[in-house]
């Protein structure tokens, strides 16, 4: 069963209040959708009045999107997921985001950490854990996830949860950061795959966009 599991975009300033969400193990139907097989923990079903994607959308092509953790390597999977992200935000008419190495340090330590001590969590402080990593942030996110196999798979399920869905669709963030780990986080999922997923606007730049309609709409 995978677990997704949100940190909450902070505000702006530069010690954002810790905001973090705990999905509860599956228990209550009613709270949960069907991603393929994948079931998630209280996550709340798209509403009908959710804008529908655009035909091509589906269509389009991220090489390494199919492919499986522990058969393509940490750069395939990594610009895929990238790949992915950015035809979400390209359908909704946002700007893309750009990979950043120190943001991918970030977020490969924390899925290393996570795995390596069977705690799914955002920690403490995700916050300090980018700015351990060089990034000078203005505002930053965080997305983790465990028990997805493919960089599609992932995406798909944070797309269909509210606050995974507008981290990803934040008009405000710039870089974006990706750890991935073959294992899972033991006693919360069963088959492969950990997940990382790190936003963030530097401290000297400004917002690339200021449509929080997207967002609104969440999840898809």
């Avoid at 999977?77 to 946002?94: G, Y």
């Avoid at 924390?110 to 942030?137: E, P």
Wanted: glycine share 8%; proline share 8%; net charge positive.
């Amino acid at each position: 069963m995978p677990i997704l599991l949100l940190m909450p975009t902070p505000p702006v300033g530069p010690q954002p209040t810790r905001i973090a969400r705990h999905l509860r193990p599956r228990s209550v139907l009613a709270t949960l959708i069907l991603v393929g097989s994948a079931a998630l923990a209280t996550v709340p079903a798209a509403t009908a009045t959710a804008p529908a994607r655009p035909a091509s959308h589906k269509q389009a092509a991220c090489a390494g999107a199919n492919a499986r953790v522990g058969r393509a390597s940490t750069q395939v999977l990594r610009a895929a997921v990238v790949c992915l992200i950015n035809q979400e935000r390209a359908a909704h008419h946002l700007p893309v985001l750009t990979a950043s190495p120190l943001l991918n340090n970030s977020a490969q330590r924390w899925t290393n950490a996570m795995v390596s001590s069977d705690q799914f969590t955002h920690g403490m402080n995700f916050a300090g854990r980018i700015s351990a990593a060089g990034y000078d942030w203005r505002s930053a996110g965080e997305n983790i996830a465990t028990g997805f196999a493919t960089p599609r798979s992932v995406v798909a399920a944070w797309m269909a949860s509210s606050g995974h869905c507008q981290n990803i669709l934040n008009p405000s963030y710039r870089n974006i950061g990706t750890g991935v780990s073959r294992r899972i986080v033991k006693g919360y999922a069963t088959g492969v795959g950990t997940w990382t997923q790190d936003f963030a606007l530097g401290m000297h730049q400004s917002a690339p966009s200021g449509n929080y309609g997207p967002a609104s709409g969440c999840p898809y």
